[in-house]
């Protein structure tokens, strides 16, 4: 399965900031995907990250608070726009398995982000 | 939409004893269905997975099946060891929803020595 790399691993962060999630692959894939969790809870989708078009965010999320680029098929970034308390959670990238035998989504290990 | 109705923790478990988490799924279509495990401090990893009905998902000693009569997908470990002590997450995909993955709440296990 696809191997990714997630940076940074953790941040604290001053109220108002941006911060910028970094996701690597190791191999090419169509679909990347953002999620947060939030402290004690399950894993919610932000949008759907695909090279060469704009992301396709999920209800109740925005591309202004969190602007996705996807510029080849390896890589991708989440930034964290104006951050309140509110945004400190866990955010993680995930990509789809390119077989059958695969199939199943491969995660990041997270970051995890604290807004102060 | 789609949805997964996890069994709700925090569940405290002896060691050997034998685990069961419940997890039934809301779906149009033919999802695949999944188990997600999170290790204190660590990532999420697939744990097991099924993609048709009957199939029967299994990895680590866990041990989950398929079916759609009922729309569940039970994960079972006959004997709990403490690093087993987790959070647990079902999740669904390519039901009304296509590929997003739709998680359950998941289930914090504790394995007690």
């Known amino acids: 399965s696809a191997v990714i790399s997630q940076k940074p691993s953790r941040d604290i962060c001053q109220r108002g900031t941006s911060l910028t999630i970094q996701c690597q692959v190791d191999?090419?894939?169509?679909?990347m995907f953002w999620y947060r969790q939030q402290p004690g809870q399950s894993l919610t989708l932000i949008a759907t990250a695909n090279q060469g078009s704009e992301a396709t965010y999920e209800s109740g999320f925005v591309i202004d608070k969190f602007p996705i680029s996807r510029p080849n098929l390896t890589f991708s970034t989440l930034t964290v726009s104006n951050m309140s308390p509110e945004d400190s959670s866990i955010y993680l990238c995930?990509?789809?398995?390119?077989?059958?035998?695969?199939?199943?989504?491969?995660f990041g290990s997270g970051t995890r982000l604290t807004v102060v | 939409g789609d949805s997964v109705t996890q069994m709700e923790g925090p569940v405290t478990l002896s060691e050997e004893a034998f685990l069961t988490i419940n997890c039934t799924y809301t779906a149009t279509g033919y999802p695949s269905l999944f188990w997600y495990v999170q290790y204190p401090g660590e990532g999420l990893q697939l744990l097991l997975k099924?993609?048709?009905?009957?199939d029967k998902g299994s990895n680590k000693g866990f041990e989950a099946t398929y079916r759609k009569e009922t729309t569940s997908f039970h994960l079972e470990k006959g004997s709990v060891q403490v690093s087993d002590s987790a959070v647990y997450f079902c999740?669904?995909?390519?039901?009304?929803?296509?590929?997003?993955?739709?998680f359950g709440a998941g289930t914090t296990v504790t394995v007690r020595a």
């Open positions: 995930s990509v789809e398995g390119q077989d059958l035998a695969n199939y199943g989504y491969t």
């Open positions: 099924a993609t048709k009905a009957d």
């Open positions: 191999s090419q894939v169509t679909m």
């Open positions: 999740a669904l995909s390519g039901g009304g929803n296509d590929y997003k993955l739709s």
